[in-house]
T-cell receptor, first 111, second 113 residues
Framework: RKEVEQDPGPFNVPEGATVAFNCTYS??????FFWYRQDCRKEPKLLMS???SGNEDGRFTAQLNRASQYISLLIRDSKLSDSATYLC????????????FGSGTRLLVRP | GEEVAQTPKHLVRGEGQKAKLYCAPI?????VFWYQQVLKNEFKFLIS????????ETGMPKERFSAKCLPNSPCSLEIQATKLEDSAVYFC???????????FGNGTRLTVT
């Protein structure tokens, strides 16, 4: 089983739609969680950190469920510019410090 | 600097040749990470440093890969005797510390022919 798993998609949605991605992680020692966005094999860019209480940034909402070991990202009112790959990243902090990436979920927003 | 700077942007090597990649982390960031991205979106963790000390090298293919972060120099990732399967984009990232997000460089695209 992979340490961090995501649905690869692609999610193909019309502009204005609401779309949600989930990500599960296997290591209960995981300490911090992030969503990154990657466009066309460019460098990943931080979209948002995910806090235990959940957090929102404009049209984006991230939630963490420690008991079930998953995090989610909700995008409301999708824009064409949201088309990208969304990467779930988990900080494994047991005996080391490394961030493990999910394989990414591809989002296509169509006009 | 304010950005993670990676050089070169592209690197082409024949099989068996050496490849060396460089990364200057953001000033003030103590941790440096190297990742390899092949094909789709599989990011493979290679190695992390805390300042000049190796922190975690569990992802490194030790026979041919080596990395260093020396004081007052860019960090480097070196591949001896490159193989076709080493073709990938190599990303360097830095962070302030535990629980901090990573900031990525633009990557180095290595093509082994």
């Amino acid at each position: 089983r992979k340490e961090v798993e995501q649905d690869p998609g692609p999610f193909n949605v019309p502009e204005g739609a609401t779309v949600a991605f989930n990500c599960t992680y296997s290591n209960s020692a995981s300490q911090s969680f992030f969503w990154y966005r990657q466009d066309c094999r460019k460098e990943p860019k931080l979209l948002m950190s995910v806090y235990s209480s959940g957090n929102e940034d404009g049209r984006f909402t991230a939630q963490l469920n420690r008991a079930s070991q998953y995090i989610s990202l909700l995008i409301r009112d999708s824009k064409l510019s949201d088309s990208a790959t969304y990467l779930c990243v988990v900080n494994i902090q047991d005996s080391s410090y490394k961030l493990i990436f999910g394989s990414g979920t591809r989002l296509l927003v169509r006009p | 600097g304010e950005e993670v700077a990676q050089t070169p942007k592209h690197l082409v090597r024949g099989e068996g040749q050496k490849a060396k990649l460089y990364c200057a982390p953001i000033k003030g960031h103590s941790y440096v990470f190297w990742y390899q991205q092949v094909l789709k979106n599989e990011f493979k963790f290679l190695i992390s440093f805390q300042n000049e000390n190796v922190f975690d090298e569990t992802g490194m293919p030790k026979e041919r890969f080596s990395a260093k972060c020396l004081p007052n120099s860019p960090c480097s990732l070196e591949i001896q005797a490159t193989k076709l399967e080493d073709s990938a984009v190599y990303f360097c990232a830095s962070s302030r510390g535990f629980q901090s997000p990573l900031h990525f460089g633009n990557g180095t695209r290595l093509t082994v022919t």
